[in-house]
């Protein structure tokens, strides 16, 4: 229980560090509104041309005689829209972190500097197209894996009492898991973690991890409060990257708002 708690402080204490920085809250919102607008751009072009394309693919109710026809198409209207929306709910975060993989980058690295005592950063020395590649490749294989899960979570559903109590919970504590996979990539992948370093590192503290990862996942069923939420979650998922690292993090003295790198400590 003590781990779940200091899961959600690093939750807390990531969203604290960009209100303290804001120039970095603001450089770190961009990425969310990019995939923000596209994903309503496609989530409004369903709803308009929903319609067409379920007509188009269902050729064979053409001959139905109404309302059995309306009935049918609306309904795969209605089904491809909600699909649609849990796709877009479900790889919000993976494609924000690809959109921002250079933006985040550069908020993680002014994290671990802030809180490293001795002011630096790890490095991964890979160009920018090698770590998107690697970006990209790891978010596809996340995603498969949340995919079996949900797939599996959904068939247990089925099962009276439990699959409308157990199995949601379950499902939050999933997804609070791979929510934070993503998110701690950014830091341990400059370190050289690969993700089945990263995966074991997380399986070590689940409790931990469950601690930060499922109140974000559940703040994140709404895309829109994703977007305000991404820079804290990512400067919260260094300090996480951290402390599962043995890293020692130095919150001392910097004033509040402050934007410049740390200052030598004077010797005599």
Request: with cysteine; glycine share 10%.
């Amino acid at each position: 229980m003590r781990d779940l708690g200091a899961g959600f402080t690093y939750l807390l204490k990531g969203q604290r560090w960009v209100a303290r920085h804001g120039k970095q809250y603001g450089f770190g919102l961009v990425p969310g509104l990019i995939t923000l607008v596209l994903y309503a751009a496609a989530l409004v072009a369903l709803a308009v041309w929903g319609e067409d394309f379920v007509g188009w693919s269902t050729p064979f109710a053409d001959d139905w005689t109404n309302p059995w026809r309306g009935l049918f198409r609306g309904f795969l209207v209605v089904v491809l829209f909600a699909l649609g929306l849990l796709l877009a709910v479900l790889t919000f975060t993976a494609v924000t972190l690809l959109i921002g993989q250079p933006f985040y980058e550069s908020l993680s690295e002014k994290v671990d500097r802030d809180v490293s005592p001795d002011g630096t950063a790890p490095e991964s020395g890979l160009p920018l197209w090698r770590e998107l590649w690697i970006s990209a490749r790891d978010s596809l294989r996340i995603l498969c894996r949340a995919l079996l899960w949900a797939v599996l979570l959904f068939a247990l559903g089925f099962i009276p009492v439990v699959g409308q109590t157990v199995v949601p919970v379950i499902g939050f504590f999933v997804t609070g898991f791979f929510l934070t996979e993503e998110l701690v990539a950014v830091a341990l992948q400059r370190r050289g973690v690969d993700l089945r370093a990263r995966l074991a590192l997380l399986r070590s503290r689940k409790t931990l991890i469950w601690g930060f990862g499922t109140p974000l996942g559940l703040a994140f069923l709404v895309p829109v409060v994703a977007v305000f939420l991404m820079p804290g979650a990512v400067a919260g998922a260094t300090l996480l990257a951290r402390e599962l690292l043995g890293e020692e993090i130095d919150e001392g003295d910097r004033a509040d708002g402050a934007d410049t790198p740390k200052e030598e400590n004077a010797t005599s």
